[in-house]
């Protein structure tokens, strides 16, 4: 079964989800062969080891915070903060508070994500 994406012309809601907020799973909202875009869910405390993108990268953070560890130094990132970086940046990072954030990824034709 093919996973409900939004299609050219949707309007797509990306508010804070606030109390709904850790009853929400994560979710990719749209993707195409050149982009996808991912609205994550990550409960305080969580960490994702340093891994990379196969595309450039923007993260906009939606609500609460998290630590963004890139380029050998730590960012921190709270609502309305939106961080770029180019394909293949290694990074990190944290949810220091219950979060919400988009991740956009710029792709290839044919490099979706895993």
């Not at 944290?94 to 990824?105: K, M």
């Amino acid at each position: 079964m093919a996973i409900p994406h939004a299609q050219p012309g949707d309007i797509i809601d990306v508010r804070p989800l606030a109390d709904q907020l850790m009853a929400s799973r994560t979710k990719t909202l749209l993707k195409t062969p050149h982009i996808e875009v991912i609205r994550m869910i990550l409960p305080a405390g969580k960490i994702l080891s340093e891994h990379k993108a196969p595309g450039e990268i923007i993260v906009q953070c939606l609500e609460g915070e998290i630590t963004f560890t890139t380029m050998g130094e730590p960012k921190k990132l709270r609502a309305g903060d939106m961080l770029y970086l180019a394909a293949g940046e290694p990074h990190k990072l944290e949810a220091v508070a219950d979060s919400s954030f988009l991740l956009t990824i710029a792709l290839q034709s044919g490099e979706a994500t895993k």
